[in-house]
């Protein structure tokens, strides 16, 4: 009996920290996709704000993207060498000074490459949450973990132009737009402060990196894609065809 009475809460806590994690999962998940849609409501007030081309109003999301895209793979292969938490925990970490970085910058330029940091970061943390549900639950409440992924992101989608909209036009502190970007970081922070409570979990057979199909990818997507949005595609000369 005794021994009963020490485990149950013991047992108790730790279920409802297991929970507690999920949610941190599903808010990292629903924080990256919400930046990937609430961009491009404030799109119109950044280019304002800080000038520059036309053309620089699509990068402020295909910066993010893009890499976002073709960096999930080696994401999930980083999880599966150097710990799936530990990943996860270093993406948000990156995520939320990438950013303070993206609130606070000063040009077009900078943005732009803040946001490819953004979209690397959260090409770390997204390809974990998976693995981390299957390690923390079982049965049929890891079918439910799993579950919740769905509704959630789709949830995060609807919210992410509302939610753009809204920040930008209530102008906080004279935010503006910067507001859009700042908002992930105390999003982070309650992140970052469950995240311990995660069980570490690594591929039993770790795999390797393939740096140079990485490199490839990045290089042949941005080739096709960066004409696509620099220039007239009616007067794009023949050195940007080839």
Not at 27 to 38: F, P, R, S, V
Not at 92 to 118: E, N
Not at 133 to 160: H, W
Request: hydrophobic share 55%; aromatic share 8%.
């Amino acid at each position: 009996m005794t021994a009963e009475r020490v485990l149950a809460p013991i047992s108790t806590a730790a279920y409802r920290w297991r929970w507690l994690a999920l949610t941190a999962l599903l808010l990292g998940e629903a924080m990256n996709l919400l930046d990937a849609t609430i961009v491009q409501v404030a799109a119109p007030a950044i280019h304002t704000d800080l000038g520059g081309s036309v053309s620089d109003v699509q990068w402020f999301t295909t910066a993010y993207t893009l890499p976002f895209a073709v960096l999930l793979i080696t994401g999930g292969r980083l999880g599966d060498i150097a710990g799936r938490r530990r990943m996860f925990v270093a993406g948000t970490t990156g995520f939320m000074l990438a950013s303070a970085a993206c609130a606070l910058a000063p040009t077009v330029s900078l943005l732009i490459a803040f946001r490819v940091v953004q979209g690397a970061a959260a090409a770390v943390i997204i390809p974990q949450t998976i693995g981390l549900i299957k390690t923390m639950f079982s049965g049929g409440e890891m079918a439910k973990a799993l579950g919740s992924i769905g509704p959630v992101m789709g949830l995060a989608a609807v919210c992410g132009p509302v939610l753009g909209g809204v920040l930008t036009h209530a102008d906080l502190f004279g935010s503006s737009w910067r507001a859009v970007f700042l908002v992930n970081v105390p999003l982070s922070v309650v992140v970052l402060a469950i995240a311990p409570k995660m069980l570490e979990d690594r591929a039993p057979n770790r795999p390797t990196l393939d740096l140079t199909g990485t490199f490839l990818a990045v290089l042949g997507i941005g080739l096709v894609v960066y004409p696509l949005i620099a220039g007239d595609i009616a007067a794009l000369s023949g050195w940007v065809w080839s």
